[in-house]
């Protein structure tokens, strides 16, 4: 067996098994870690996949910056349990819940199948990649995101723009005296 | 099999040595700071007090291991042993030294650094924000209020410095167009004129401030080290912490202090190149270079004081991150221009 194909199937292995733990724990915070070695994992099939910038990227933005903010929310929240919503308290009926949650899991099923499909009959999944060459450079990926797809982009930084404003001006608190010296 | 065996040696060799410095750099912060406030610091281990953190570390080891009753067990061990193992990866990207032979002992030559990877100074970027995990589940584990405000500064105050950080890094691989930190410190090699340095830090000198101080804000260091800012928060985010997993957390500090002025030697002090001495020796230069910034560390600690948080969060904000901005593009106009 070569030792790729091994790579590939312990990191395989522990990306399933962390995702599934993710679900399994009781404890969020430990989920939320379960999460971040999950991505990991991730990353590691990546740099197999030679593209080690994809790889890196992942890290950075998934493992370390969004995954601290989930952390933190579920630090300040600190529940050590997690709500289940059978409790009469969150007054949802838990059967139509349930049975919601496994439509959707159904769909991204269903989404997952067509997206492989298609991807396979395009035979590259992005334009622009040299054939003998595999590793990826950065100013390739640049110069793609930036020229065919800019559009997307940018209206992607604007709604993640708007996001935050809006979550902002939902949360920030009026009428406090605003020359206190500590930041609210 | 040999080039194998040589890279074997190396990163065994370099693990080795993040472990010595540690244990260097604690007698080197007693020593400078006892002669800042005209003491003689550490003087009776050993001739003029070497041997005090051997000392230190037998003391560390033979210490109990508290644990609080109502932490969470496996991350409270978790936490130290991220920080450690953060700090020890981040190095293994980073080169110190040009190719060697070791004096023909091999066929070929082989690199002085762990691993030559591509996006080097992503993943130094990359590990750098796992540790701050290590200081977050630390804070949250142990239970304690003073542990948890500590991580939650550490980790405001790491995210927020990311990001002036990662500016000043984008300026240096605008001009040298490669993300691998051995081609970088090829491209700073020869001078200007026969008598200066082709080092980034001549041209990006801008870069060179932010990094530094976000480095020292990364790095958790005095003046910005708010996350164990004794009067207020007792020691921060390791309170809880006694005996080898507390040292872990010290040891992760002075590794990551390391690693930050060994990439800041590579991206702006032109890594091993330097006159008079041949390229075969050139880890001499890098070697006087990061202790350079070393000291300048330990002096900085002992000469400023502490900022107010808010002060820190204001600056971060609204002075370094605007400034590292504002070079990104002036050093991008200008190398479309020189290209053009």
Request: cysteine-free; charged content about 10%.
């Amino acid at each position: 067996m070569p030792h790729d194909l091994i790579l590939f199937y312990a990191f395989a292995a522990v990306a399933v098994v962390s995702t599934l733990l993710v679900i399994a724990q009781a404890n969020p915070m430990h989920s939320v870690l379960l999460l971040i070695l999950s991505f990991m994992a991730l990353a590691a099939l990546y740099v197999l996949l030679d593209a080690p910038f994809v790889a890196v990227t992942q890290i950075i933005v998934y493992a370390g910056a969004i995954m601290v903010l989930f952390l933190f929310v579920v630090m300040l929240l600190n529940t050590p349990r997690e709500d289940t919503g059978d409790s009469a308290a969150t007054g949802h009926d838990s059967t139509s819940t349930r049975a919601f949650g496994a439509l959707l899991a159904a769909l991204m099923a269903i989404e997952l199948v067509w997206a492989l499909n298609t991807t396979r009959r395009l035979g590259g999944a992005l334009p622009g990649r040299a054939g003998a060459d595999a590793s990826w450079s950065v100013s390739e990926i640049g110069a793609i995101l930036f020229r065919n797809y800019a559009f997307a982009f940018e209206a992607t930084s604007i709604l993640i723009l708007i996001a935050m404003v809006g979550a902002i001006t939902l949360a920030g608190k009026h009428g406090v005296d605003r020359k206190s010296k500590w930041p609210s | 099999m040999p080039i194998l065996l040589a890279q074997l040696i190396i990163a065994g060799f370099v693990f080795f040595m993040l472990l010595n410095s540690a244990a260097v750099m604690v007698y080197v912060e007693r020593k400078v700071a006892a002669r800042i406030q005209q003491r003689m610091g550490p003087w009776l281990v050993g001739p003029r007090g070497a041997l005090q953190p051997l000392a230190d570390i037998v003391k560390l080891i033979f210490k109990e291991e508290l644990r609080p009753k109502a932490a969470d067990s496996v991350l409270f061990v978790l936490a130290p042993i991220i920080s450690a193992a953060a700090a020890f990866t981040a190095f293994a990207v980073v080169p110190f030294g040009a190719e060697t032979t070791f004096f023909g002992l091999l066929d070929q030559p082989v690199p002085l650094q762990v691993a030559d990877v591509n996006v080097a100074v992503l993943v130094v970027f990359a590990v750098t924000s796992m540790g701050v995990y290590g200081i977050v589940l630390a804070g949250w584990s142990s239970n304690s209020k003073y542990s948890l405000l500590g991580a939650l500064r550490s980790s405001a105050q790491m995210i927020s410095y990311e990001l002036s950080y990662g500016m000043a890094l984008a300026s240096v691989l605008l001009l040298s167009g490669s993300m691998s930190l051995r081609d970088i410190v090829n491209a700073q090699s020869g001078s200007w004129f026969y008598v200066i340095p082709r080092w980034y830090v001549f041209l990006q000198p801008v870069a060179f401030f932010i990094f530094m101080t976000a480095g020292v804000a990364e790095t958790n260091r005095a003046p910005f080290d708010f996350p164990e800012a004794e009067q207020e928060l007792v020691a921060g985010y390791h309170t809880e912490y006694s005996s080898m997993s507390f040292a872990l957390f010290f040891m992760a500090e002075y590794i990551n202090m390391v690693t930050v002025s060994a990439v800041a030697t590579d991206l702006f002090l032109g890594g091993w190149h330097g006159p008079l001495l041949p390229e075969s020796l050139g880890w001499i230069w890098f070697l006087l270079k990061v202790a350079f910034l070393l000291f300048f560390y330990v002096w900085m600690r002992w000469t400023l004081p502490r900022y107010r948080y808010d002060q820190l969060m204001q600056f971060g904000w609204k002075v370094l991150l605007p400034l590292s901005v504002f070079n990104l593009l002036v050093t991008a106009a200008g190398v479309l221009y020189l290209a053009a």
